[in-house]
């Protein structure tokens, strides 16, 4: 087993210049809005009011959904000015999204009623609901486009579904509390246990369990860039980072106060995590692990899901 890394040394500034042209669109629960970071410049560039203690985010094809649990509301805002294009109230408890481009299909999980709402990308009307565990939280959909998968928090398991046809392909059982999930490049699924501290790791397909890889005090977010996992330790003020060929751990950076979303810049050399309690985003090159920048946003900042956009996207 390779030695487990000890990367506080590398938090040092860098001068790898990031993905040019890339936005952050980040959550602000407390603050009630969004914090628009311009991440080549290193700047918050605009702040939206959001209503409702928005967590949920997905950023993609020309717009920005957001879900605002306190209002139930979901919101899809023109990416330029922040303005509501269209909303729809969803009774229940909305909280994660995930955006499904090439079909025009949003998912929202309902944390109070085991399911998953499935809604037109353009009117937000609700086409259909979905059965799921107890709680669920985050929501991903893969590379792919193949599957979607939430981790159903107090059922202790994640649900996956055929995104095409929307058939549930598996109920897996996890780690304790999943909260976070993410598919990584290769198709396999990461979920991040916050009850047991530990990241399981899925092959889809077969639906096995490939390996539950330790990682720090209540993990949270997942994102990958480099060949490694990064896994955002709420209690610790960490990442864990995961050598994604091995699934062996190669040690923990030092982030702001109460890390939670985490994503990765579009030229995937970057990862930036909000960090709830401390008001900034932090940025880190993801090949030689070192932080790039720092930058204050909206009160508490939460960016549950895919929150950065790109040029070509």
Known sequence: MPPVLD????LTLAATPLAAGDLAYVTCQNG????????DAGAEIARWSVPGKPAGV??????????????KTLRKHDPATGGVLTHVQL??????IAHDVARGQVFVSDWYNARIWMLDDQKLS???????????????????????????????????FDAATLD????????????????????RLFVGNVGSNDVTVIHVESGAVAATVPVGERPYGVAFAQGRAFVTNQYEDTVSVIDLKTLEPMGKLETGEYPEGI???????????ANWF??????????????VDEIETCDGPRAFGAFILGDSE
């Open 58 to 71: 997905a950023a993609s094809h020309g717009a920005v959904f957001t879900v605002a649990p306190d209002s």
């Open 126 to 160: 609700v086409l259909k609901e979905l059965s799921v565990g107890a709680a669920p939280a985050g929501l991903a959909l893969s590379d792919d486009g193949r599957f979607v998968a939430s981790a159903d928090r107090d059922a202790d398991q994640v649900s996956i």
């Open 7 to 10: 990367l506080s040394l590398a």
């Open 263 to 273: 994503y990765t810049s579009s030229d995937g050399r970057h990862i930036l995590v």
């Open 168 to 187: 549930l392909r598996a109920r897996i059982d996890v780690g304790i509390r999943p909260f976070g999930l993410r598919f990584s490049p290769d198709g």
């Open 91 to 96: 009774d229940g408890g909305p909280i994660g």
């Open 278 to 291: 401390d008001n900034t985003v932090t940025i880190f090159n993801a090949e030689t692990l070192s932080m």
């Open 32 to 39: 009630d809005g969004v914090s628009v970071l311009d991440i």
